[in-house]
């Protein structure tokens, strides 16, 4: 099969996932990029108390989220939920946009923390670049007080 599929294949089914996830779907995503030179200390990923982030791009995807659980904690009641989205990789290299671990997303009034991005969803098996079709990336609710987020500057 995957030796019968096209560049204008590949094409065609670009733009039919591209009015199906911007005209049916509509689910859009603002996704806030990590300013490392901002954060103290340089290592982001879960040690910065201090972390900085840029204002939020906008993308439209697929989303797949579990419901919310809560946990007794010594400091209080936990909030935890985890979220899963279907980034369009021409979508995103279109807006400039490529998720990272450590950024953020904002849906639905709740920040996420992106901890896991593969990219490795092919068309047809072929594992040329253009064929490269989705960043899939997996985050987990995050809490609002670490938030620090600062204008984009494009």
């Known amino acids: 099969m995957a030796r019968f599929i096209s560049p204008n294949d590949v094409k065609f089914i670009q733009s039919i996932n591209s009015e199906l996830i911007k005209d049916v779907i509509s689910t859009e995503i603002y996704i806030f990029k990590s300013i490392i030179e901002d954060s103290e200390p340089e290592n982001i990923y879960g040690e910065s108390i201090n972390r900085a982030y840029y204002t939020g791009v906008n993308i439209m995807c697929i989303i797949d989220r579990s419901s919310q659980d809560s946990r007794f904690m010594d400091q209080g009641v936990t909030t935890i939920q985890s979220f899963k989205s279907s980034i369009n990789r021409q979508h995103a290299i279109e807006k400039n946009i490529i998720p990272e671990v450590g950024d953020i997303i904002l849906w639905?009034?709740?920040?996420?923390?992106?901890?896991?991005?593969?990219?490795?969803?092919?068309?047809?098996?072929?594992?040329?670049?253009?064929?490269?079709?989705?960043?899939?990336?997996?985050?987990?609710?995050?809490?609002?007080?670490?938030?620090?987020?600062?204008?984009?500057?494009?």
């Open 108 to 154: 639905n009034g709740y920040y996420y923390e992106i901890n896991n991005v593969n990219e490795n969803q092919y068309v047809a098996g072929r594992f040329e670049d253009h064929y490269n079709w989705s960043f899939i990336v997996t985050a987990q609710l995050t809490n609002t007080s670490f938030i620090n987020i600062k204008e984009r500057l494009q």
